[in-house]
């Protein structure tokens, strides 16, 4: 790694620093535009879920993520009380967290998070 001393050599740039760094040893999912950790693998709950954009995931719990306000939202399952989430590096919306379901069958969604396909990449290991 380059020093960020004066002189000869290669230009410093700067680096990058996230709120939460996850283990190198686990599977993780990160932003796709600046590559701040999200979520551990461990923490996938369901792959079978849909975003505003597209295919999302629904997580336990996520890192590295600021939230909206919540708002009632008539979603594919019913009402729910969601707010949206953004990466806290880049700022780009990911998804929504799920504060209140209205429906008894989506309750298990509750303080649960979506974060869409298209704003997450695979990293650590795999293969």
């Known amino acids: ?33 600046c590559r701040a950790h999200l979520a551990k693998h461990d923490e ?3 792959k079978s879920f849909q975003g505003s954009h597209g295919r999302a995931y629904l997580f336990n719990s996520v890192v590295n ?5 919540a708002e009632q939202r008539l979603l594919l399952t019913g009402l729910h009380s969601v707010a949206d989430i953004f990466c806290e590096s880049c700022k780009t919306t990911l998804g929504w967290k799920y504060e209140q379901a209205f429906e008894t069958s ?6 649960k998070y979506i974060i869409e396909m298209s704003h997450m990449v695979k990293d650590n290991g795999w293969d």
């Open 106 to 111: 989506q309750k298990y969604k509750e303080g």
């Open 1 to 33: 790694m380059p020093s960020c001393e004066p002189g000869p050599g290669p230009a410093c740039l700067p680096t990058k620093t996230f709120r939460s760094y996850l283990p190198r040893c686990h599977r993780t999912y990160s932003c796709v535009h």
């Open 44 to 46: 996938l709950i369901s």
């Open 65 to 69: 993520v600021g939230c909206g306000p």
